[in-house]
């Protein structure tokens, strides 16, 4: 949500300011306008505007590499500036290298597409553009939708491979915690956010302990059993969970209700007999749902 923010605010920023990389021409206004010239002037073109989100820190990136006499996009290191430039034109590198995983961060794509790269999202959008013959289905293949782990980047194409990687890999039961705690559909919905969210702002959900990388906080979780037990239902259990924290995780696709949940559904139904609700006072002191609200209250304190 904070990149989506960002990338907001840039594209209505009206105070950018920056010099091009290729003809130290001085830019002022919106980020678009210095971003088109480079396109349209000098063959350079890092995607559209509205795609880029903190682009000052993009620019710097690629300054600070012409600045030390390295190409964009083979990342070779020459000896002085002029060859550097007659290099990047006559093999055509003025664009960046797509396989260079530091320029991931400044795509909004790979903030919306989760588990994906912008490279791979890309790639999509160019075959659906460039697919203008007339389709043939006949060699359709269905191919199997994959869920990404809570704590790394794994995948897998069914529910209980993701589950069992989780349970091996870092401790984490997820059947065995939605069985134990009752949790329902909406319930699991939540929970998966919550997790998503802290473990994305390098946080510790039970601690909440925060780290300067994800691969520490995992570690530290790992290490402390802090993954393997929920915090208080309380932290979870809110209604902002009901968003997502990446949009596409498939892993909300694949949640249900526990068997336990399904069989009390599926159950005859039992006839409700209203109390009588002509003496208020009287009803306060001897309802069933005094005993209901307590038996509530105990239960969430033991999460």
Same mark, same amino acid.
């Given at each position: 949500r904070e990149i989506l923010e960002q990338q907001q605010r840039e594209r209505y920023d009206t105070s950018f300011h920056s010099m091009c990389m290729f003809c130290d021409q001085e830019f002022t206004g919106n980020r678009s306008v210095l971003l088109n010239h480079m396109a349209r002037e000098h063959a350079f +073109? @890092?995607?559209?505007?509205? +795609? @880029?989100?903190?682009?000052?820190?993009f620019l710097a990136v690629l300054q600070e590499k012409l600045d030390?006499?390295?190409?964009l996009y083979c990342e070779k290191v020459f000896r002085d500036k002029n060859t550097l430039k007659d290099h990047?034109?006559?093999?055509?590198?003025?664009?960046?290298?797509a396989k260079n995983k530091e320029y991931d961060k400044f795509y909004i794509i790979n903030y919306l597409e989760f588990g994906k790269s912008w490279e791979e999202v890309q790639s999509e959008d160019d075959?659906?553009?460039?697919?203008?013959?007339?389709?043939?289905?006949?060699?359709?293949e269905e191919h199997p939708v994959c869920a990404v782990c809570l704590f790394c980047e794994q995948q897998a194409d069914t529910t209980e491979k993701l589950h069992l990687h989780m349970?091996?890999?870092h401790g984490f039961d997820f059947p065995k915690i939605k069985s134990e705690h009752g949790l329902n559909f909406y319930q699991q919905v939540k929970l998966v956010n919550f997790i998503r969210r802290e473990i994305h702002h390098c946080r510790c959900y039970n601690c909440q302990e925060k780290f300067q990388s994800k691969g520490g906080l995992i570690s530290h979780m790992e290490e402390t059993k802090h993954i393997t037990f929920l915090p208080a239902r309380?932290?979870?259990?809110?209604?902002?969970?009901?968003?997502?924290?990446?949009?596409?995780?498939t892993l909300l696709c694949t949640l249900s209700d526990s068997e336990d949940l399904i069989n009390e559904d599926q159950s005859e139904d039992i006839p409700v007999v209203s109390e009588d609700t002509s003496n208020l006072k009287a009803l306060k002191q001897s309802s069933v749902l005094n005993q209901l609200l307590y038996e509530e209250n105990k239960s969430q304190e033991k999460f």
């Open positions: +073109n @890092i995607g559209l505007p509205d +795609n @880029i989100v903190n682009c000052y820190e030390n006499l390295q190409c990047m034109r006559k093999k055509q590198h003025r664009r960046i290298n075959r659906e553009l460039l697919d203008t013959l007339e389709e043939d289905w006949s060699d359709w349970q091996k890999s309380s932290a979870w259990d809110q209604p902002q969970y009901y968003f997502p924290t990446y949009e596409n995780d």
